[in-house]
């Protein structure tokens, strides 16, 4: 079993469980493919899981790490985005409603989706290599957002909280009154969901 699953708070993580969705963030492991970076660039990016009968070894020496998602939801407050390649339509939908739902950036259709990442990065995990959270009503948030309760992550849909295991989505729960949560998916993100993106959840 590889360590190449990842969580809603984008640890790489061992488990049997498979996921629907691949996701890269360059060469993370050593020849005997144990992870030893959580990543290698800042172009986080999340892709389908067969693209042109392309075929791929797992781990292989010298090559990017394929890493896998229960949902796409998870890779969003993981901090991934749609592949430009493999997933075009949705990265080009993705970048059209973040620029939509982050005005205040000062960026535009002509910015490079690169400069979108560097802001991407800074949301996700802090010059330590440890998770960016960041509190807001849950009653504010739009469907496909995780939040943590107590150190597990949940999925907001539909006004209700979904626990998140690598296997799948249980114990369905109303959102809490009152008070404010700690917020996983990056809030750059979370505005672009506000936009109009409807992340697939396996839900």
Not at 23 to 39: F, M
Not at 91 to 117: M, R, V
Request: glycine letters at 8%; aromatic letters at 10%; hydrophobic letters at 40%.
């Amino acid at each position: 079993m590889l360590q190449n699953r990842v969580d809603p708070f984008g640890n790489i993580i061992k488990t049997a469980a498979r996921g629907l969705f691949m996701g890269n963030r360059g060469l993370l492991h050593n020849e005997h493919q144990e992870i030893i970076r959580s990543y290698k660039i800042k172009t986080w990016i999340t892709c389908v899981l067969a693209f042109k009968n392309r075929r791929r070894t797992v781990m292989a020496p010298n090559r990017y790490t394929e890493l896998f998602f229960m949902d796409e939801a998870t890779s969003f407050a993981a901090g991934h985005r749609p592949c430009f390649e493999c997933r075009k339509a949705a990265a080009q939908q993705f970048k059209s409603l973040w620029l939509q739902g982050n005005p205040g950036k000062g960026l535009n259709e002509k910015t490079l989706i690169g400069e979108i990442d560097k802001i991407l990065h800074t949301e996700r995990i802090d010059k330590h290599n440890l998770k960016v959270t960041y509190k807001e009503n849950p009653q504010a948030l739009p469907d496909g957002t995780f939040v943590s309760i107590e150190g597990a992550p949940y999925l907001l849909k539909k006004g209700l909280l979904y626990l998140w295991s690598p296997f799948g989505y249980a114990t369905e729960m109303h959102l809490p009154e009152g008070g404010k949560l700690s917020v996983l998916t990056p809030p750059s993100i979370v505005n672009t969901f506000r936009a109009g993106y409807i992340p697939q959840m396996a839900i």
